[in-house]
């Protein structure tokens, strides 16, 4: 799903950043030809993503002579303890790459953990989880990919991918009917509208400008199960903003159609993985 060519950018990137020009340790400890192998552990429970990212971080590294066994695959849940591969090279390559694999990795299985969890717990109902733009920067490829694999769907990817109205929008555009009628004149057919409303007056507005996506900001349980009668279908209604995992499943039973949140890139915890050599 990921341009090869953005991996790679983004690897040799990181690997630049932490070793720059020579490895103090591993270049003066370790002779060039020393070959070993290593394990990549799960020290907790959750969803594994970006195995083949990692892995890629050792290839170019070491262009020739990397080998690897995979046991587990992107989306694949996992247990503590569990071997999720090994690996096999020089040592040196694993010295160097262990943190740069170990931080894309973790990060991204951290992702679609957090994901995995949201999803699992607005099942039987017929929202979906969404992701925002709210990413770390230069990374948004691989956190929207890592939702994907945690069981959620891609929100907008850049401003370019929809006409996505905020109250900033809104107040500088002058009001709701005015801006959406502006933007119809400007717009091609292949490009959707969504309007962030703050109120059930402003959800009325916003179905007689005729937008296809109506976010429902901040609001409350109760408001949002009216806005769904209200709207009855006319538009898909996405709930955002305040919400939290003690509030998601009834979110999600007012029968809003998406449920997008930041939290899942922006704020989620490493998952933990270790890489130890086993000889």
Do not use: W
Request: net charge negative.
């Amino acid at each position: 799903m990921i341009n090869p060519i953005y991996i790679d950018n983004i690897i040799k990137t990181a690997l630049l950043e932490d070793i720059n020009y020579l490895d103090a340790a591993t270049d003066y400890l370790i002779d060039s030809e020393q070959e070993n192998t290593a394990r990549f552990l799960a020290k907790a429970d959750g969803v594994l993503c970006g195995m083949d990212i990692a892995l890629r971080v050792f290839e170019i590294l070491q262009p020739q002579g990397f080998t690897a066994t995979v046991y587990k695959h992107d989306g694949d849940r996992l247990e503590k303890g569990d071997i999720i591969a090994e690996i096999h090279g020089k040592t040196r390559t694993l010295l160097k790459g262990e943190r740069t694999a170990l931080n894309l990795l973790q990060h991204m299985s951290g992702v679609a953990t957090a994901t995995r969890r949201a999803a699992d717990s607005i099942a039987g109902t017929r929202a979906t989880i969404a992701d925002t733009r709210k990413t770390l920067p230069g990374l948004r490829p691989l956190q929207k990919y890592a939702v994907t694999v945690g069981g959620g769907k891609n929100h907008r990817y850049n401003l370019s991918d929809a006409a996505m109205l905020k109250d900033n929008h809104v107040d500088a555009g002058g009001g709701i009917a005015a801006a959406v009628a502006k933007l119809k004149q400007k717009l091609g057919h292949m490009t959707k509208i969504e309007l962030e409303v703050r109120s059930l007056d402003e959800l009325g507005q916003a179905l007689e400008a005729g937008v296809d996506v109506i976010m429902l900001d901040n609001m409350s349980v109760e408001q949002m199960r009216e806005a769904v009668e209200i709207v009855n279908g006319r538009a898909l209604l996405e709930a955002s903003g305040g919400i939290t995992g003690d509030t998601l499943r009834a979110v999600a039973e007012t029968g809003v159609d998406i449920i997008s949140m930041g939290a899942i890139t922006h704020s989620v915890t490493a998952f933990d993985i270790s890489l130890k050599i086993i000889n």
